[in-house]
């Protein structure tokens, strides 16, 4: 098992940054991918970024792409997504969540994923 506490989300004006962290605890990191979804209201989850166990190969949705940029930092057990530029409709409940699998692979939809945190909310105002 595998508990996942989000932290960092908050109320900023358009153009300003917010850096969401997500803590794991429970069992070894190894060969855990680790990846960031939201959900707006009245909208479906969807997939932001992802990184690799190992290696940390990254990943990002295309509406975030040069915006965002998601690290981690296995001797702690974290991974962090920061987010620059941000703008009114990036405002959501961003989830953290970890797959495991022998290669560390992640993948960008959310059933490929076996534990999630339980959200933070991320406000952006025009």
């Known amino acids: 098992q595998v508990q996942l506490v989000e932290s960092g989300g908050g109320l900023v004006q358009a153009g300003g940054s917010l850096r969401l962290s997500c803590a794991a605890s429970?069992?070894?990191?190894?060969?855990?991918?680790m990846g960031w979804f939201r959900q707006a209201p009245g909208k479906e989850r969807e997939f932001v970024a992802a990184?690799?166990?190992?290696?940390?190969?990254?990943s990002y949705a295309d509406f975030v792409k040069g915006r965002f940029t998601i690290s981690r930092d296995n001797a702690k057990n974290t991974v962090t997504l920061q987010m620059n530029s941000l703008k009114p409709e990036d405002t959501a409940v961003y989830y953290c969540?970890?797959?495991?699998?022998?290669?560390?692979?992640?993948?960008?939809?959310?059933?490929?994923?076996?534990?999630w945190g339980q959200g933070t909310q991320v406000t952006v105002s025009s």
């Open positions: 429970g069992r070894t990191f190894s060969r855990y991918a």
């Open positions: 990184i690799s166990w190992l290696v940390s190969i990254t």
């Open positions: 969540a970890a797959r495991y699998s022998s290669s560390g692979s992640y993948t960008y939809t959310e059933a490929g994923y076996d534990y």
